[in-house]
């Protein structure tokens, strides 16, 4: 008997001294102190692998940027307090990223950001697709964007705002630790306006049910179409309907568009899947890749892409706005620019910001921080694009693009009958 109840007590002894310690480990770890530790080795990593950090001035103006953190947050707060100290970069990649759990809950939904609105692109509850969303909880959407759009420090304000609606509004509950969101939001092609009570879902189920299509191919006459949905390839199923998409178009007659505006991040998968099949000769990826070497930059060898045998030899042109801006689209446009293969189009008049520097950032290198277990995420390379895009390469469309046309396959087919009209 005397056995049996020190067996007990000894097991109750390790849940109460095994939950203490739990208890005590989550108080400390979002404490003044351990975001602190935190931010220390933010500052040593950056020094230690960041392309840029050999500039004298960028090392002082790194170490100098005094941040105080005098009370508990959590690892999204001290994302947005590091906003000061990582937004001396502008390398539109340098961030924090607080990676979700498979059970970690998500809203049901995909949005775009689509002519200064949120707009819904995928869903799984009662919010139609094409809806825009007015305000979350009581919030006006523009104070949530205002408010997160740090959370992506060294990108351009449009760019902030695009990457959070794109990347990280369906991880809002997990921002703010909410399992049911009040939602407003405005129906499509209406002025009337709803609120729904959205139940999350895990994330394992939003990767499985909100899935996107890499690519959908439109045929129309003399002219065949290439959407690209997402440069995310997550599965085996996806490269395989990426193979076949490129397979068909190997045996099309007349002119390939890729239309790569409003195409979720990814990586260079599938850029590299277009480039293998319009090049007759082994070519680098990149124009000039820099990278660091200890305390210089140096440059970095390459392994060339082989041309592919289901090569591509018709007209190519590529559909950009500014929503083009991540890593995958920037290969492309570096590509055309420096082969001059291709032409791009684009119904946007102003294109000096689209196309003055085609230059930028790969090679993320992650790195967990102790505490927060958030990511400290940064470029070890730069490429270096000398060449622009010649004149005769760039063709402006006048032709209105609305954003119930990227969610309506019938309407958007349309668009793009009147679009293919006016390329000259």
Not at 95 to 122: A, H
Not at 261 to 290: F, N, Q, W
Not at 386 to 391: F, S
Request: hydrophobic share 40%.
């Amino acid at each position: 008997m005397k056995g049996i109840n020190f067996t007990i007590i000894f097991i109750i002894a390790v849940f109460v001294i095994g939950g203490i310690a739990i208890y005590a480990y989550e108080h400390f770890r979002y404490s003044p102190y351990a975001l602190q530790v935190d931010l220390g080795v933010v500052i040593e990593w950056l020094r230690d692998r960041h392309v840029d950090l050999v500039d004298a001035k960028l090392i002082y103006e790194l170490t100098n940027t005094k941040l105080t953190i005098d009370k508990r947050q959590t690892p999204y707060e001290f994302a947005l307090a590091v906003y000061p100290l990582l937004s001396i970069f502008k390398d539109n990649t340098t961030r924090l990223e607080i990676p979700l759990k498979s059970t970690d809950k998500v809203l049901p939904l995909r949005f775009k950001y689509v002519d200064g609105k949120v707009v819904v692109s995928m869903s799984e509850c009662e919010i139609p697709v094409g809806s825009t969303i007015l305000s979350i909880n009581g919030y006006p959407i523009e104070d949530i964007l205002e408010k997160y759009k740090n959370l992506y420090p060294t990108c351009e304000n449009f760019q902030q705002v695009y990457s959070f609606v794109d990347k990280l509004l369906p991880h809002y509950p997990k921002i703010i630790d909410a399992s049911t969101l009040q939602i407003k939001y405005q129906l499509p092609n209406s002025s009337a306006q709803r609120t729904s009570y959205i139940k999350t879902i895990s994330f394992k189920d939003f990767q499985k049910d909100m899935h996107l299509t890499p690519v959908e191919l439109y045929n129309l006459g003399q002219y065949t179409i290439v959407k690209i949905n997402t440069f995310n390839i997550s599965k085996k199923e996806d490269m395989k309907v990426v193979e076949d998409v490129f397979q068909k178009l190997s045996n099309k007659n007349g002119s390939i568009i890729f239309d790569l505006r409003y195409a979720s991040d990814g990586d260079a998968t599938i850029p590299s899947a277009i480039i293998s099949r319009l090049i007759d000769e082994p070519t680098y990826l990149y124009p000039k890749l820099i990278t660091r070497y200890r305390y210089r930059q140096v440059e970095k060898k390459q392994i060339p892409i082989e041309p592919d045998s289901a090569r591509i030899s018709k007209d190519v042109y590529f559909i950009v706005d500014s929503s083009c801006f991540y890593t995958p689209h920037k290969i492309l446009l570096s590509f055309v620019a420096t082969n001059k293969i291709g032409k791009v189009l684009t119904t946007e008049n102003e294109t000096s910001t689209l196309f003055s520097d085609l230059s930028f950032y790969t090679d993320e290198f992650w790195k967990i921080l102790p505490n927060t277990r958030a990511y400290i995420v940064m470029p070890l390379s730069k490429v270096i694009v000398e060449n622009n895009l010649e004149e005769d390469q760039i063709q402006i469309v006048n032709l209105t693009f609305n954003e119930s046309l990227l969610f309506d396959k019938t309407a958007y087919k349309d668009w793009l009958k009147e679009f293919i009209s006016r390329i000259k």
